[in-house]
């Protein structure tokens, strides 16, 4: 057989096995037509807007089965006009009785019977907003806005309706728009979730979405949000008297479609949660979740690839002016906020700019700012950071963060990262980072926890994922790290191995055991942190357990640990060799599907190995009832507490919504804390109301 003969045998196999190769499902689309006739949006789909239209459907399983056909039958009608999109949903259930759905505040229900649309905007496969309904008639979304919705439960399922204002959502300039778009249901007592396009678990889910098309000549228009609020507060602080009057404003204003502004001016004095007892046991600082909303809206534009928070927003404690712009133009994406903010000695004024540009099929890279100018002196940071995507599974992430102090030492001021993983949801499960952070690193407008330190970290793991039994995922992994302070001297070292288990019935529970020997920071006189140049052994295991059951027994939740390793003394200057045990459980109960009660607690306990002498023994706790008495009317208390020094704080809030955004509020707080040696007790009582205008 000569050459050229042998060639053309060669590729007709070639052809034929490109042909015998099953046919790749183009992505879904679904054509988008405009109505001058809009629906009531109340559930019912009985509108004559749905009648002429026809529903798209064939979910397919997420899971637990990813990619077979999903176990009951969901139906989608979209629609729009020039100032709403409107989208129609039929949920068919052969068991109608078993629905479950709770009647919470706004975005506060899980794990619940949902439908849910998910839209990205520019088209990028990178960014989306989403909206979820569960069958109460309940709003979730990913980024707090404004629309409108109604659900009902029927005889075969049940039924939903939404009205998305163009207002509400960020878009390109383009005359003739094409979104990407998903639709996922959730079914509880399957604990199924379904998509409208097959998703595939190893596979970026913005890149399996359908494409929406036929939306033309639409605009966000000028989209301003005024909030003002007005309160009184009434305070009795042992024998000190604090009567307020307060008023204040949020404003949003849509520049362009993918262009925002937000200020606030005298925020809200009234938040009514209590933030948590939390146990000071090293001489780091604890970290605080962020709950107020100017900071929380739009943050995914001021996040690191690797998670440092190069800007804690907790930082800016009492601010008396915000503003911030953010958006996304093309590729790039930015955000830029300035803050003044009030101090027990006068002010200090924060500066953040971040800005990212996609490249490649999912990747980014982005540079980032911050600064803080106090009274007496200043602190500037600028960061480059990337993410890199590849073979869909494959990530390498990283950044280099230089910080500036006025009143510092600015050499060795670096911070710098860099992390492989390979995240499959079943087989091979690979990571390797490493992070050095120098001694003279300091974010003053951010959240670093400790400095002086690098760390070189693997992980070696497998996991398994089955789709009939009762283990829905299996997988263990084998870590390892060594670290080092910043000039090279081994600090550290550990091994761990875990396992974790996901069980069909929405169990999951993890175990482990790890061994090493650690140096630990301590403070000096001038509260600067060193090494105590001395080992000490670290061994330990740990428990965790999770069972979501939905009902009156709702969630179940519990946390061991034991470990030997080195106990601080009362003002971290000293470490002994010593043992702790923490223990923390909390249960969730749900009578009915509008009242809810909640308790937890987290106990340690920390044993001095020389002498068996307790060095810490404390109990946080917390206790919480809500009593949702229609979608509009609510009650709500919260207890928290702790042991060591009899703190507690007791919240009560009663509250009316007057529509979207727009409430009424009474509220009612008392404490005891200990303070410099002292316990203060003291209580308020806030009443507010604030109304949102939208033009």
């Known amino acids: 057989m000569n050459r050229s003969k042998g060639f053309l045998i060669l590729m007709v196999i070639l052809v034929v096995q490109v042909l015998a190769l099953p046919a790749q499902d183009r992505s879904k689309v679904l054509e988008i037509k405009r109505t001058d006739r809009p629906p009531r949006i109340d559930g019912l789909l009985d509108d004559d807007c749905w009648q002429n239209l026809q529903p798209v459907s064939g979910f397919i399983q997420y899971n637990p089965v990813n990619g077979a056909p999903a176990s009951e039958e969901t139906y989608v009608w979209a629609a729009y006009d020039d100032?709403?999109?409107?989208?129609?949903?039929?949920?068919?259930?052969?068991?109608?009785?078993?629905?479950?759905?709770?009647?919470?505040?706004?975005?506060?229900?899980?794990?619940?019977?949902?439908?849910?649309?998910?839209?990205?905007?520019?088209?990028?496969?990178?960014?989306?907003?989403?909206?979820?309904?569960?069958?109460?008639?309940v709003q979730k979304n990913s980024v707090e806005t404004i629309w409108k919705s109604g659900a009902k439960i029927r005889e075969d399922g049940w039924s939903a309706e939404m009205a998305i204002p163009f207002k509400s959502l960020r878009f390109s300039t383009a005359s003739e728009q094409v979104w990407g778009i998903n639709f996922s249901r959730y079914i509880h007592r399957l604990n199924e979730t379904d998509y409208w396009t097959e998703v595939k678990r190893d596979l970026p889910r913005l890149?399996?979405?359908?494409?929406?098309?036929?939306?033309?000549?639409?605009?966000?228009?000028?989209?301003?949000?005024?909030?003002?609020?007005?309160?009184?507060?009434?305070?009795?602080?042992?024998?000190?008297k604090d009567d307020k009057l307060a008023v204040g404003v949020d404003v949003k204003y849509g520049i362009q479609p993918n262009l925002y502004l937000d200020v606030t001016a005298s925020p809200d004095f009234s938040q009514v949660e209590s933030d948590p007892f939390l146990y000071q046991l090293s001489p780091y600082e604890n970290y605080l979740q962020e709950n107020?909303?100017?900071?929380?809206?739009?943050?995914?534009?001021?996040?690191?690839?690797?998670?440092?928070?190069?800007?804690?927003?907790?930082?800016?404690?009492?601010?008396?002016?915000?503003a911030k712009i953010s958006g996304k133009t093309g590729k790039y994406s930015f955000g830029i906020l300035g803050a003044l903010n009030k101090t027990d000695y006068g002010s200090s004024k924060f500066g953040v700019f971040r800005l990212k540009r996609d490249i490649f099929k999912n990747s980014q890279i982005g540079i980032y700012y911050t600064g803080v100018d106090e009274q007496d002196s200043t602190s500037q940071n600028l960061a480059f950071d990337y993410s890199f995507n590849f073979k869909d599974i494959y990530y390498i992430r990283g950044a280099s963060i230089f910080c500036f102090n006025s009143d510092g030492d600015n050499s060795r001021n670096g911070i710098h990262q860099i992390e492989f993983q390979r995240e499959p949801d079943a087989g091979l499960q690979l990571a390797a980072g490493f992070e050095r952070i120098?001694?003279?690193?300091?974010?003053?407008?951010?959240?670093?926890?400790?400095?002086?330190?690098?760390?070189?970290?693997?992980?070696?793991?497998y996991a398994w994922r089955f789709n009939r039994g009762t283990v829905q995922r299996l997988s263990w992994d084998i870590s390892g790290n060594v670290n080092q302070d910043s000039y090279g001297r081994k600090v550290s070292e550990q091994l761990e191995f875990m396992m974790f288990w996901d069980l069909f019935n929405r169990i999951e529970f993890h175990y482990?055991?790890?061994?090493?020997?650690s140096q630990y920071q301590v403070l000096t006189p001038e509260d600067n942190l060193v090494w105590n140049g001395q080992f000490l052994k670290n061994y330990g295991a740990s428990f965790d357990f999770d069972w979501e059951r939905g009902g009156f027994l709702k969630e179940?939740?519990?946390?061991?640990?034991?470990?030997?390793?080195?106990?601080?003394?009362?003002?971290?200057t000293a470490v002994?060799?010593?043992?702790?045990?923490?223990?923390?459980?909390?249960?969730?109960?749900?009578?009915r599907s509008n009242i809810e009660l909640s308790f937890g607690a987290d106990y340690i306990r920390q044993l001095l190995s020389a002498t068996g002498e307790e060095v810490f023994e404390g109990l946080t706790y917390e206790a919480s009832l809500h009593y949702q008495i229609t979608q509009k009317l609510f009650l709500s208390t919260m207890l928290l507490g702790e042991t060591r020094e009899n703190q507690y704080s007791f919240d009560f809030l009663a509250?009316?919504?007057?529509?979207?955004?727009?409430?009424?509020?009474?509220?009612?707080?008392?404490?005891?804390r200990r303070e410099f040696l002292e316990t203060e007790r003291g209580h308020s009582t806030t009443l507010k109301v604030s109304y949102l205008f939208r033009i």
């Open 83 to 137: 100032r709403y999109i409107y989208f129609a949903f039929l949920m068919k259930d052969s068991h109608p009785d078993r629905i479950w759905a709770e009647l919470t505040p706004r975005n506060e229900f899980e794990n619940n019977d949902s439908i849910q649309v998910i839209l990205d905007t520019y088209n990028d496969k990178r960014t989306s907003i989403s909206f979820t309904l569960n069958p109460k008639g």
């Open 207 to 240: 890149h399996q979405m359908a494409e929406l098309r036929g939306l033309s000549g639409i605009k966000a228009g000028h989209n301003l949000e005024i909030f003002p609020y007005a309160g009184v507060r009434s305070s009795r602080w042992e024998d000190e």
């Open 292 to 322: 107020r909303p100017f900071f929380t809206e739009g943050s995914q534009y001021f996040s690191l690839a690797t998670g440092t928070r190069i800007f804690y927003s907790r930082r800016i404690r009492d601010p008396r002016l915000a």
């Open 438 to 461: 120098e001694d003279n690193a300091r974010l003053r407008a951010g959240y670093l926890n400790r400095v002086d330190f690098q760390a070189l970290e693997a992980m070696l793991g």
């Open 512 to 517: 482990g055991v790890f061994t090493g020997k």
């Open 556 to 572: 179940i939740s519990l946390e061991s640990g034991w470990q030997r390793r080195g106990i601080y003394n009362e003002d971290f």
């Open 576 to 591: 002994s060799p010593g043992s702790q045990l923490s223990l923390e459980g909390s249960i969730s109960l749900k009578p």
């Open 655 to 672: 509250g009316y919504y007057l529509g979207a955004g727009s409430i009424i509020q009474l509220s009612f707080k008392k404490s005891q």
